[in-house]
């Protein structure tokens, strides 16, 4: 069924602080919406949910922890927006209910999001931790095929497990985006931006240290942009090969996960 099939795409920016990623994201977010596509924006961390205030605190240096212990961290931001949980109605379907991200996606929502898993491994590594480590708990995480409340009717937990038999074992580890926008900046530029050096990563020999870690994430999916050109030059680089990548996934391209 070829119709079905259709999905929105799921695009990441990556890139140093202030290479321009949020604004950028907000540019594109306006122009699909003009163009009438269902998008949203998403960004890692998202600050908002408990984890993401562990990190926040992180990051502004009120808080301090191990390097594997905050590398976890950031990366349980990102499966908690990968699985729905049913809390409210009292059963926990994990894992075999559809994730929250492809939810979207298959629903035909073109997701932007302003940073995923490869900042997790750039950063990391940076401070020295090694690359296969930090890729490691965003491949795959071993969790329950299904998790039932039991203070539910039989018959609501029959319908349930029927339900979870015909959606089949999903994917396992975290989506692969169709699209890697790599906003390229000199750590050394991106230092003379404002609002610069006020968070814990936000210094130029660790920033040159990020730098070799993203090349070596580097693959086809990636397409690089110099960020150091005019806003406007960027945003019309960055509509043109984002409209080719939604086209792309309307037609049908698979869903994939990524590093497997
Ligand atoms: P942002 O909100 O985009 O400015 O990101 C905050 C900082 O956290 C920024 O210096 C990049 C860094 N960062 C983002 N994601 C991760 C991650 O998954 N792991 C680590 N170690 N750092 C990250
Ligand atoms: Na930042
Ligand atoms: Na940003």
Not at 46 to 62: C, E, F, H, P, W
Request: hydrophobic share 40%.
């Amino acid at each position: 069924n070829h119709k079905s099939d259709s999905r929105g795409a799921l695009i990441v920016l990556e890139g140093l602080d202030r290479s321009g990623k949020t604004l950028q994201s907000r540019k594109l977010i306006s122009y699909l919406e003009g163009l009438s596509y269902s998008v949203e924006s998403w960004r890692f961390p998202d600050r908002n949910t408990g984890v993401g205030q562990m990190i926040s605190s992180y990051l502004a240096n009120k808080s301090e922890l191990d390097d594997h212990a905050i590398h976890l961290l950031f990366s349980a931001n990102r499966w908690e927006k990968r699985f729905v949980s049913m809390s409210h109605a009292l059963c926990y379907v994990l894992l075999l209910q559809r994730s929250l991200m492809e939810n979207k996606l298959r629903c035909g929502t073109t997701l932007i999001v302003d940073r995923y898993s490869f900042s997790g491994v750039a950063f990391s590594s940076a401070k020295g931790l090694d690359i296969e480590w930090c890729k490691a708990p965003e491949m795959g995480l071993l969790a329950p095929d299904l998790v039932l409340y039991l203070d539910i009717p039989p018959e609501v937990i029959c319908s349930i497990i029927k339900f979870v038999v015909e959606v089949k074992a999903p994917e396992m580890g975290l989506l692969a985006p169709d699209l890697v926008l790599y906003l390229d900046i000199p750590p050394e530029k991106a230092a003379e931006r404002g609002g610069y050096g006020g968070e814990r990563y936000e210094q130029l020999e660790f920033q040159r240290k990020v730098v070799r870690s993203y090349q070596i994430l580097h693959d086809a999916s990636w397409k690089t942009i110099d960020a150091c050109l005019p806003i406007e030059d960027v945003e019309k680089q960055l509509q043109e090969v984002v409209l080719d990548c939604v086209t792309t996934c309307q037609k049908g391209k698979p869903l994939s996960q990524l590093w497997s």
